[in-house]
């Protein structure tokens, strides 16, 4: 089941790229994958509506809710950077008057997190693949997702058949 919702978040992302101007090459080259499954993506054959509905009421929900949820649908943790990436336009952000120096952040799954010579942390953002482990660990909420501008997706339930 999990695959079939990330082919559904892959379709939103699919679509909202082919409005801004992209080719269906490039959108099959963006998420890595056949562009026969991008063309049914783009013509609303696949997946189904469900599937698309379900996909849709994720990415509606808060960022901090459907991040990790997306973040958990495939292991190839570049591609679902570029899904949040395109839905989302985020960032993760450090306050460092809030921080407390637990160190919990440190247990980055993905070494994007580092102590500083300041005695407070650097976020690595080519490392770091927008899970939101550190945002969940910090209990002071001294790391959180930033919006870099207005989300990206329109949603496309009423394209599909």
């Known amino acids: 089941m999990p695959e079939h919702i990330l082919s559904g978040i892959k379709a939103i992302v699919a679509l909202n790229l082919r409005k801004e101007g992209k080719l269906q090459?490039?959108?099959?080259?963006?998420?890595?994958?056949?562009?026969?499954?991008?063309?049914?993506?783009?013509?609303?054959?696949?997946?189904?509506?469900?599937?698309?509905?379900?996909?849709?009421?994720?990415?509606?929900?808060?960022?901090?809710?459907?991040?990790?949820?997306?973040?958990?649908?495939?292991?190839?943790?570049?591609?679902?950077?570029?899904?949040?990436?395109?839905?989302?336009?985020?960032?993760?952000?450090y306050k460092s008057n809030a921080c407390i120096g637990c160190g919990k952040c440190l247990e980055c799954p993905y070494d994007a997190v580092s102590t500083n010579d300041n005695i407070g942390i650097s976020i690595d953002h080519e490392a770091c693949v927008l899970c939101g482990y550190c945002i969940d660990e910090c209990p002071v909420s001294a790391i959180r997702f930033k919006s870099t501008g207005e989300p990206k997706f329109e949603l496309i339930s009423q394209d599909f058949e």
Do not use: C, F, W
């Open 25 to 93: 090459r490039e959108i099959a080259d963006y998420l890595d994958m056949d562009r026969s499954i991008v063309s049914h993506y783009l013509h609303g054959r696949y997946p189904s509506r469900k599937v698309i509905e379900v996909s849709e009421k994720i990415v509606k929900l808060p960022m901090e809710l459907s991040i990790p949820i997306i973040s958990s649908l495939s292991d190839n943790k570049q591609l679902t950077k570029k899904l949040i990436n395109s839905l989302y336009n985020i960032a993760i952000i």
